[in-house]
């Protein structure tokens, strides 16, 4: 079946522009979580969906960061007035459950350069 | 906080060699551990994972413990292959309140060579 999908693959953006990610998880998964990978780092933790509600935003970097998930479906990233530290490749993960065992299922991520 | 840390990479083997990648972590709960996969190209998969104390995860001739006296769940693999050239992530999942959020390490690249 269909994995998660994301788009756009690559954005290159001017600093100061407002960028949307999308993200469309496998069909029945009830969990969501945006990812931030940055050169030489691991996977930071940016906001995880239970449905459509958002109990954990705690990894949001700062208030330009938004992100919202609609019919438990697909969900966006927004990050507004992007600065260039925001360049990163944002990854999306589904989990069935988002329980102590779901494994997650992660997209080929969105890699954005800000300029 | 919960926390995961890999041995640095990248981590160079000749083909059929025996392979370990360390991995340790702290959790304030009774964590689930995982490694996964990332191979060139493509986005992070599950490789294996174990859920509780003394269980060992195998996959595709991977294997991991999962041992809480030590805190760790080092991947092993007999005898390596170009194929498995990748970057191996090791992951646990933790309660922070009424959610179970993934807490991964930096990362181990690892290079095989024929």
């Known amino acids: 079946g269909a994995g998660v999908s994301q788009s756009p693959s690559n954005k290159v953006t001017e600093k100061g522009k407002d960028v949307e990610l999308r993200c469309d998880p496998i069909s029945g998964h009830t969990a969501l979580y945006w990812y931030r990978q940055s050169l030489g780092q691991g996977l930071e933790f940016l906001i995880y969906?239970?449905?459509?509600?958002?109990?954990?935003k705690s990894g949001l970097p700062s208030d330009r960061f938004s992100a919202e998930r609609t019919g438990g479906s697909v969900s966006t990233l927004t990050i507004q007035r992007t600065q260039q530290e925001d360049s990163a490749v944002y990854l999306c993960?589904?989990?069935?459950?988002?329980?102590?065992?779901?494994?997650?299922?992660f997209g080929n991520g969105t890699r954005l350069t800000v300029t | 906080g919960d926390s995961v840390t890999q041995m640095e990479g990248p981590v160079t083997l000749s083909e059929e060699a025996f392979l370990t990648i360390n991995c340790t972590y702290t959790a304030t709960g009774y964590p689930s551990l995982f490694w996964y996969v990332q191979y060139p190209g493509e986005g992070l998969q599950l490789l294996l994972k174990?859920?509780?104390?003394?269980d060992k995860g195998s996959n595709k001739g991977f294997e991991a413990t999962y041992r809480k006296e030590t805190t760790s769940f080092h991947l092993e693999k007999g005898s390596v292959q170009v194929s498995d050239s990748a970057v191996y992530f090791c992951a646990l999942s933790d309660r922070k309140g009424g959610s179970y959020i993934p807490t991964f390490g930096r990362g181990t690249s690892l290079i095989v060579h024929p």
């Open positions: 993960a589904s989990s069935l459950w988002g329980n102590l065992d779901s494994p997650l299922h």
């Open positions: 969906f239970q449905g459509n509600s958002a109990p954990d």
């Open positions: 174990a859920t509780k104390a003394d």
